[in-house]
């Protein structure tokens, strides 16, 4: 079998139609009469892509809503979700225009300007001298310029404008930015100037969270769990499964930890209270749980056959590391008793 990664542009967004059988067509999505997805009509090239006109084929197709998986994040009744930085559009527009405002007038402020009154009228200005196709003069600030003003006895300079709190309000900005984003500050920018250890912490929780609640609801429901279902199909059509339904367990890549002592010894706690298991524990952290048990088994018998003595082997050291005794007689486990 083989997956194809498109982009949303494949998608014939332009596409509405309404079908004989009750269904309609919105946004390139075509559903049945009850509501339901049944067919996707895209691209088969992007519509951006730079090769040559003869050579791209401008017609989307119909493909089956059974061979898609369409990744977005639904909020209310959207088609098709729309991008994580639309609230933040304008204002990173509006900090472009601000920043090259600022740079602009940071320039004109450099520039030592004069103007020298009483000059003839037909006498030219030292500096260069740009026209339009009327030949009327443009007039613009560069360093050294000299104007000559008509019916004047004097010269004069410009005085620059002292300007402040452009660092506070490019932050403000950049806040509002960074919350259109879904992103802390901090991460975005990576300016840690104004956050302590606490407060950090607290935001990257936050944040954290807020992914975890995309990759559950999200990520894997829609887009992990439907490839998940296209490959153990495949492989039961081929014969090398006894049915195409194979139970799966998702364990997304683990964060990594701001205070691993802290956070370890809290894990620590929450197994030995009952609040979780150590299958648990170690699946939050990115791992299969039955991988990481049998590995240790496997090591801690090659401790035992070497005579090797670790602080990290919970069978010979405690927690506050004094030897322990170790059960050789090789009782049976629980349930074979």
């Known amino acids: 079998m083989q997956i194809q990664l498109n982009e949303a542009d494949h998608l014939d967004g332009a596409k509405f139609d309404n079908r004989p059988d009750g269904g309609r067509i919105v946004q390139g999505i075509e559903y049945d009469a009850l509501g339901r997805r049944r067919g996707y009509w895209m691209f088969p090239d992007h519509p951006g892509d730079a090769m040559p006109v003869f050579g791209r084929r401008f017609e989307s197709l119909r493909i089956g ?11 209310r009744v959207q088609n098709r979700g729309v991008p994580w930085g639309v609230p933040a559009m304008r204002a990173l527009g509006e900090l472009g225009d601000w920043q090259t405002a600022e740079l602009v007038r940071k320039k004109i402020e450099a520039s030592m300007v004069g103007f020298v009154f009483g000059a003839d009228e037909d006498q030219q200005s030292m500096a260069p001298v740009v026209q339009d196709a009327d030949g009327n003069r443009i007039e613009q600030f560069e360093p050294g310029l000299i104007g000559y003003v008509r019916n004047g006895k004097d010269i004069k300079f410009n005085t620059p404008a002292s300007t402040s709190g452009i660092y506070e309000w490019n932050r403000v900005q950049q806040h509002i930015i960074s919350a259109g984003f879904r992103v802390p500050y901090e991460l975005m920018t990576g300016d840690l100037s104004q956050v302590n250890f606490a407060s950090s912490r607290v935001g990257l929780h936050e944040f954290r969270r807020m992914v975890e609640a995309v990759q559950w609801q999200v990520v894997i429901p829609m887009f992990c769990q439907r490839i998940w279902d296209w490959v153990m199909e495949a492989a039961w059509t081929a014969g090398a499964l006894p049915q195409p339904e194979i139970a799966v367990e998702w364990a997304p890549p683990r964060f990594e930890s701001v205070n691993p002592l802290q956070d370890v010894t809290a894990d620590l706690m929450e197994v030995r209270a009952g609040f979780s298991t150590p299958a648990q524990q170690i699946a939050r952290r990115g791992y299969d749980p039955r991988e990481v048990v ?9 401790f035992d056959q070497l005579g090797l003595i670790f602080d990290a082997d919970p069978r010979r050291v405690s927690r506050a590391g004094l030897a322990q005794a170790v059960d050789t007689g090789g009782s049976p486990p629980p349930d074979e008793r």
Do not use: I
């Open 294 to 302: 049998e590995e240790w088994q496997k090591y801690a018998a090659l």
């Open 65 to 75: 809503a059974e061979g898609v998986a369409h990744l977005f994040e639904r909020q």
